[in-house]
């Protein structure tokens, strides 16, 4: 539990992680932890191959919680190989085990009409609905708010939270460019600005190629003024 706990400061304090991805891997830690404990394992030290293998073999047949474990173990394991908490890092050799054609094939054998994962495809506005949108939003008052958000949104492709945060300063209308410098959203970690600010706080980007200058159409300029 301690190491948990240690991990999660690291995400906090060095990685930066956002504060839903914190949750989510001290929730997967926590289960794990829950499981090491119905196998006797009390130690860093007494976690190996086989019981890793157990876990992993047990959410198999469920290719989300399976992905979703591995990321969570490769990442944590790395750290605590790299923090000097334990002496091997045995995960890499446990899930090309586990994922090996003889493991394949007994999940065939078992799952026959198991559906093949198929690539998420989404959904592209045509240039009416973003025109439509665009133009309901300038129209009805309750929604104007939106509109210059949405339109540096779709003639730009900054993310929405970015869009937000663009402010008249940011803008540089000799150079047609807006630079892109903070968003709006939660701290990573978890803090405040005030008590009725959740989202609404001014944060970096989460890389380093999140700040940038990105150039704009005279439209975009025209609407700003």
């Known amino acids: 539990q301690k190491s948990i706990e240690a991990y999660v400061v690291y995400l906090n304090d060095v990685k930066k992680t956002s504060q839903n991805t914190k949750m989510s891997y001290q929730r997967d830690l926590n289960k794990m932890c829950k499981f090491f404990e119905e196998k006797g394992i009390k130690k860093l030290s007494q976690i190996n191959h086989t019981c890793l293998a157990d876990i992993a073999e047990k ?3 469920q290719k989300a919680s399976f992905q979703l ?3 969570v173990l490769h ?3 790395k750290y605590m190989k790299n923090a000097n908490l334990i002496r091997y ?5 446990v899930f090309r085990m586990v994922e090996g054609e003889e493991k394949k094939e007994i999940l065939e054998t078992q799952n026959p009409a198991l559906p093949k994962k198929t690539k998420k495809k989404f959904k592209v506005m045509s240039a009416e609905q973003a025109s439509y949108l665009l133009y309901s939003c300038k129209t009805y008052a309750f929604a104007n708010f939106l509109y210059m958000p949405l339109l540096f949104t779709i003639c730009t ?5 970015e869009a937000f945060a663009i402010k008249f300063s940011d803008v540089n209308f000799r150079e047609k460019t807006i630079s892109i410098k903070r968003q709006l959203g939660k701290r990573p970690d978890g803090q405040r600005i005030n008590a009725s600010s959740v989202l609404a706080q001014e944060i970096t980007p989460k890389t380093r190629n999140g700040i940038r200058t990105i150039p704009v159409s005279d439209f975009v300029l025209d609407e700003i003024i």
């Open 69 to 71: 474990l591995k990321g």
């Open 75 to 77: 990442a944590s394991f």
């Open 157 to 161: 492709g900054v993310r929405i939270s």
């Open 89 to 93: 890092n045995p995960i890499s050799t």
């Open 59 to 61: 959410l198999l047949p």
